[in-house]
């Protein structure tokens, strides 16, 4: 079926490059982290510029060295940087492939259709394609309201085009990684604590005596800090529990290794609190001074014991005592890991409860070896006038009172009140994509493409052409992080600090900085007063100098450190008369907060769906050298790892008559078949009612040379959602695959084309 805005294949030129290579520092035996290069230039004919990494979230600060001859040589970790305490994972040090792939995007596109109808994108200026966007976001604010307006945004750079949308009118800006990964653990702890994990996580691993993972892939998803101090930690003696149906590199790094059957863990969660209360190997003078109501969690937790959890995890009883008494045993110095993506089965705010309450019952918050109280440099704004006042926003596509916990805005709830309604006064009609590929970010990618058809227009600033590029109307290719300044990196940690990016080599191609696109719409938009600084360099020199430093300092050091306003880094140590930022002032393992919104003030275990005969449980999850679909086509990453495969038990295998390294193609429950096939891998590490597949590949778009056809989508896969009643996070683990072993006579990629 035709529809207004069809996909459009996005055309690359360019010349390829070696890629470099990298060698693995057995990181206590981990082997994830990179040694400095290998290279034979002297670092006395090299230039270093300072930079923080945007390949993922952790933003490592380093140094990029660049030859005489404008060449990057390497990038390495600042020594200064407690992110990366001077190491650079895979990632990191792989990051000059972003800007060396020859697929990059060069040039404004402009989306056109000929006499035929057929739709392309043909090249344009800058000032044809600002022109454009700033012609249709004006017509948008004249005839339906600035409000109509949203903004998806990953990344540094998002913060820019967030001042310029709020500037324009809209407050409706959301980054997919709350709704779709880390917002259950944030309402959870919220509610339990009166503030949430923080980004990065305020876990103490370094310090802690017991460390337990449910579902959290350290030594998979590459989170560089917590990689290197769970590394110090096993070397300190510590004891690691994970959690998890498959054998992942964090358990086989553990004491314990509990398979456990999906869906199933707020059964162990509530087994283990009866465990640790009936036991009383609980704080009891933590509980006692800090906590409210736990009378109503001793009788709410009286009947969930280790055998009524065994018949539902399948793991036995004595294990989840011996566990228990483990943690208890550590106990300050012990964490119940919170998770990053979070969003499983739609019960997730209670299941990151359930994480937070016990952590409660074993006085790990505001503890040494728990969790620390983080802190971080606040950046003074630029002088510039009040934003407007939005009157409508994404929640009028909810009945009133819906989400109420939310603290941030969820992309899913964007889509929602992009889809024409009845009973909205006006859905969102434009929508400006920075740095994030929706076709993979956002679950029910059939939904989202409805959303899209009923744009007026969408604009995609990114480096390279992802999915989301194709239904684009305008792509504004941005410079890669290696080639612009952007804002100061503040984020919170054990001491507050500040890095630097600044550019090392000048920009390839027709390509231009964020900031530099946000400014010129502005002015083309009349909004110049949100923008009175001339460049980026003076932005920065200018906030530098309201804390006390300079663009001269920040390029000679990278990373500037600052001490603590106050000695609270472990503030229940150091403030004993703590009050917590909740209802009763206490940490709340009953939540007065959710009981008051109609919710359960305490986690119940509630059984999700089973797989239908002859389907598994489709679980995914991380690569240490990938940060989802994003590195994907990166020339240096895709030599570690250029493909994903599934997971297979061999009793499964067997079953199907399937060996190790054969190609099937997965099919879900409803019918929807993956693009491409993916190679089986035969493992015992994998429960038999599972299958596991790696995050980012199956890539549909061939003008990603390297990635495209390479294994199979995960989220073309996750087809049905499980929405949680109290924020609205995704939860995608509830879908279920089998095997085809021939090729479909359609795919989904033969419809597309």
Not at 61 to 88: E, F, P
Not at 557 to 574: A, C, H, M, T
Request: aromatic content about 10%; glycine content about 8%.
């Amino acid at each position: 079926m035709k529809t207004r805005r069809e996909f459009i294949k996005v055309s690359t030129v360019g010349a390829g490059v070696a890629a470099l290579g990298l060698h693995a520092l057995d990181l206590k035996g981990m082997s994830l982290f990179d040694k400095e290069s290998a290279d034979p230039a002297s670092d006395e004919d090299l230039t270093p510029y300072s930079t923080y990494c945007e390949v993922c979230f952790w933003k490592c600060a380093g140094w990029t060295y660049v030859d005489k001859k404008g060449k990057i040589r390497k990038i390495i970790g600042n020594k200064k940087d407690t992110h990366s305490q001077g190491r650079l994972c895979p990632r990191g040090t792989g990051g000059l492939g972003m800007y060396e792939d020859e697929d990059r995007l060069k040039t404004p596109l402009i989306r056109e259709e000929n006499a035929n109808g057929k739709q392309y994108f043909r090249e344009a200026s800058w000032d044809e394609a600002l022109d454009l966007v700033a012609k249709k976001m004006d017509a948008l604010r004249k005839e339906h309201g600035p409000e109509c307006l949203a903004l998806f945004s990953h990344g540094t750079g998002g913060g820019l085009f967030s001042h310029l949308v709020k500037a324009f009118g809209s407050e409706n800006i959301s980054a997919p990684s709350f709704a779709q990964c880390r917002g259950p653990r944030e309402v959870g702890f919220t509610a339990t604590f009166g503030e949430g994990v923080s980004s990065p996580e305020r876990t103490d691993i370094r310090d802690a005596k017991c460390l337990v993972l449910i579902g959290s892939h350290l030594g998979e998803n590459m989170h560089n800090g917590q990689i290197q101090e769970m590394s110090a930690a096993i070397e300190n003696g510590a004891t690691i529990i994970t959690v998890d149906p498959r054998f992942s590199t964090a358990a086989s790094h553990s004491k314990y290794w509990l398979p456990i059957k999906p869906a199933t863990d707020m059964a162990l969660l509530l087994a283990w609190i009866n465990v640790i209360i009936e036991e009383d190997l609980y704080d009891k003078d933590y509980v006692k001074k800090y906590t409210y109501g736990f009378d109503e969690l001793k009788a709410h937790a009286k009947n969930k014991t280790p055998e009524w959890a065994y018949g539902i995890t399948t793991i036995e009883p004595d294990i989840i005592r011996r566990t228990a008494r483990e943690m208890a045993a550590a106990s300050p110095s012990v964490i119940v890991h919170p998770g990053r993506h979070t969003t499983w089965y739609g019960d997730d705010t209670q299941r990151t409860r359930a994480i937070a309450i016990l952590n409660a019952l074993l006085g790990s918050w505001g503890r040494r070896g728990g969790f620390y109280n983080p802190e971080k440099v606040h950046i003074p704004s630029f002088p510039h006038p009040p934003y407007p006042k939005p009157t409508r926003t994404w929640r009028d596509a909810y009945p009133e009172g819906k989400y109420k916990l939310v603290t941030e805005v969820l992309s899913t709830g964007i889509c929602d009140a992009t889809i024409p309604n009845p009973d909205l006064a006006c859905h969102i009609r434009g929508w400006i994509v920075y740095g994030t590929n929706l076709m993979a970010s956002l679950p029910d990618q059939k939904k989202t493409l409805d959303a899209i058809h009923n744009l007026d227009f969408l604009v995609v600033v990114d480096t390279m052409p992802m999915d989301i590029t194709g239904y684009a109307d305008v792509i504004l290719p941005e410079t890669t992080y290696l080639e612009r300044y952007d804002p100061l990196r503040s984020s919170p940690h054990r001491e507050p600090s500040i890095a630097l990016r600044m550019p090392a080599v000048d920009p390839k191609n027709d390509t231009k900085p964020g900031w530099w696109i946000t400014k010129q719409l502005a002015e083309r938009l009349n909004l110049g007063d949100y923008f009175k600084w001339e460049t980026m360099e003076d932005l920065l020199e200018w906030q530098l100098k309201q804390i006390g430093s300079s663009l001269e300092e920040m390029k000679k050091i990278g990373v500037k450190s600052f001490p603590r306003e106050y000695d609270d880094l472990y503030q229940l140590q150091n403030l004993p008369d703590y009050e917590f930022n909740t209802n009763t002032g206490k940490i709340e393992l009953y939540s007065t907060e959710l009981a008051a919104e109609g919710f359960d003030p305490m986690p119940n275990y509630t059984a999700h769906p089973e797989p239908p005969e002859g389907y598994y449980r489709l679980n995914y999850g991380r690569a240490p050298m990938h940060t989802f679909s994003r590195t994907a086509n990166n020339p240096n990453l895709t030599d570690l790892m250029s493909e994903n495969n599934v997971w297979v038990n061999p009793k499964v295998a067997a079953l199907w008559e399937i060996k190790n390294g054969q190609e099937v193609w997965l099919k879900n429950q409803d019918g929807v078949i993956s693009s491409f096939p993916i190679t089986v891998r035969v493992t015992e590490r994998i429960r038999w009612d599972s299958v596991y597949m790696v995050h980012g590949f199956g890539q549909t778009n061939k003008k990603l040379t390297r990635a495209y056809g390479h294994g199979a989508s995960d989220s073309e896969l996750v087809t049905k959602v499980t929405l949680d009643p109290i924020m609205g996070g995704t939860g995608m683990r509830g879908n279920f695959v089998t095997f085809l072993k021939e090729k479909p006579i359609t795919t989904k990629m033969e419809d597309k084309a």
